[in-house]
């Protein structure tokens, strides 16, 4: 299999999902701008979508997909299948419980996440009855979570990367043509939450027949927990949930500061969160999406060279795609919030505000993206303990940072605190990586970080001194000059990036690579 096209086919899936993101966040903006509903919904969202990334996602795929891996390569086809209808049967019911009691229990977990909505009675009890209607999206996407992992291990790539456009797009058609019907308007963006839940489990129900893997479910919640399968899976969970929370428990205590801060405070660290997310998803989720199943098979066939190489492979093609983006982010976070979002409700003050912790983010980029690289190598080897123990560490440098930065910088010291801390956790991941000999750098790292630093100064000077040629907020009542402006002024950086690194002698063939 080779890598990079199958990273690209991956990224092409998960740019399509960011772009149609993007534009849903446009028109969110549009129609919504940043205020105290805002801010509701968003709490609201983040809640079950908390619960999503830890349980559903994050966690539950770092457990279940090295031991299905497993399974596969020295169990076959058979055992696959039994222990795939046994977690999917022990997942579903799980969230379904779950979801229950955070129905029943909204109010009190809208008032511990944002403590100062309840200063804002009409906001607080918006984001209460939005929670109620949202929470059951974690069991759909345990289901999707499932379907992922068994198709990712089945090398099946697209379809899951594909997914989230379904959420997108009830995001979309809820803007456009619902909100102005609710006697309530943000209560649409609810309602295309939970429609968007149904349609990403429904588009993998094909995928999955195909392949001979859709799991079998029972109306007993307790079948299938004498597995043996499904207790390492639950017994690898535990760690891996707090592993995965450590930045989403950091996200959450950010939205409670940030809900205490000046009205907007939390739509402004949305967008700007928005934004982090594209090159993130981009590269950092495709690229952990890649090395998770090629490490686990590296490991179940007992080849360490391989399994060095794949994260050397990994890591060379983090830098040379994370750092520009990092670079570009910090030098065009104006334009960039301008001319998606700086349309309609949302204003001229809205549109600064956001783009100062976009910068903040930047200075972390490179870790948060190397952290999707780094942590998939401990996962593989089904070692969790090992990332938990750097997560609880971030996690309090993490609220240190905030007691530092938020008194000065206000919601950007929010933002920075996440980067610095993710960078730290990449600094021990890696650091734990080298010291039990898993990974050890090939020759040439010195002279490519060379390269890409002169090429990122280049790219950076070019980036500002473009952005300071247009007026990106007096251009709002003209949508197509200030797009056609930014996108030419990234296609002007990206050829000064990539320009240099050619000139210096950095040619495709060198990041080619192929998995066993």
Sequence with gaps: MNLLKTLAAISSMTMLSRVTGLLRETLFARAFGAGAYTDAFIVA???????RRLFAEGAFSQAFVPILSEYKNQHGQEASKTLADHVANTL?????????????????????IATGLDKQPGAFDAAVWMT???????????????????????????IPAFTPVLLNL?????SLFLQSHMEQ?????????????????????????KIGMLPTLSWNPAAGLGDPGVRRVLKKMGPAVFAVSAAQISLMINTSIASRLAEGSISWLSYADRLMEFPTALLGVALGTILLPSLSKAQSDG???????????????????????????????????????HYGKFTDEAATQSSYPLIAYSAGLLGIILVKTLAPAFYARQDIRTPVKIATGVLVATQLMNWIFVPYLKVSGLALSIGLGACINASFLYAGLRKRGIYTPKAGWPLFCAKLAVACVLMGGAAWFGGQQVDWLGMQH?????????????????????????????????IKRTAR
């Design 170 to 174: 009830s995001f979309i058609s809820a």
């Design 45 to 51: 969202f983040r809640i079950p979508n908390l619960l």
């Design 132 to 158: 109620r209607l949202m929470f059951p999206y974690i069991s759909f996407m345990a289901f999707v979570a499932l379907a992922g992992g068994v198709l990712n291990t089945w090398r099946q790539f697209k």
């Design 185 to 209: 308007p943000i209560y649409a963006m609810a309602i295309a939450v939970f429609v968007g839940g149904i349609l990403q489990v429904a588009i993998q129900i094909p995928a999955l027949i």
């Design 303 to 341: 080849d360490p060279q391989e399994y060095s190489d794949l994260l050397d492979w990994g890591l060379r093609l983090t830098f040379l795609l994370a750092l520009p983006a990092a670079v570009g982010m910090a030098a065009l976070a104006k334009p960039l919030i301008a001319t998606l979002f």
């Design 92 to 112: 579903v019911w799980s969230t379904l419980f779950v979801s229950a009691l955070g129905i029943i229990g909204a109010p009190l977990f809208v008032y511990l």
């Design 478 to 510: 003209q949508t197509l000059l200030r797009v056609g402006a930014l996108m030419l002024l990234i296609g002007l950086c990206g050829a000064v990036y990539f320009g240099a690194l050619f000139a210096m002698g950095f040619r495709l063939r060198d």
